[in-house]
Nanobody
Framework: QVQLVESGGGLVQAGGSLRLSCAASGNIGNINRVGWYRQAPGKQRELVADSTSADGTNYADSVKGRFTISADNAKNTVYLQMNSLIPEDTAVYYC?????????????WGQGAQVTVSS
């Protein structure tokens, strides 16, 4: 059974930093895309950043220059480094992995990590 376990969320003051981790376990298959999404109260889930081997990394305009997505393949872990945090970054953050097992596509989600930025 595939699991994505997130860690690293918390409460931080504006201007601070946090690093989210997303560790994958199980027979996840061939990963072709990793990403981070967030959902603030009363808002739709939005893409924060993603990365594919074909297209490189992509960031939402609101986080460009402040957030960095990376991966450690040896540890099957994806990271989101968040710097210069602002209150508008407050949300539940979800990691996402798209993978291929044989000819079947799978779309996995982490359980979510709360990030709260105080002003």
């Amino acid at each position: 059974q595939v699991q994505l376990v997130e860690s690293g969320g918390g409460l931080v003051q504006a201007g601070g930093s946090l690093r989210l981790s997303c560790a994958a376990s199980g027979n996840i298959g061939n990963i072709n895309r990793v990403g981070w999404y967030r959902q603030a109260p009363g808002k739709q889930r939005e893409l924060v950043a993603d990365s594919t081997s074909a297209d490189g990394t992509n960031y939402a305009d609101s986080v460009k220059g402040r957030f960095t997505i990376s991966a450690d393949n040896a540890k099957n872990t994806v990271y989101l480094q968040m710097n210069s945090l602002i209150p508008e970054d407050t949300a539940v953050y979800y990691c996402n992995v798209d993978a291929l097992r044989g000819t079947t596509k799978f779309h996995y989600w982490g359980q979510g990590a709360q990030v709260t930025v105080s002003s």
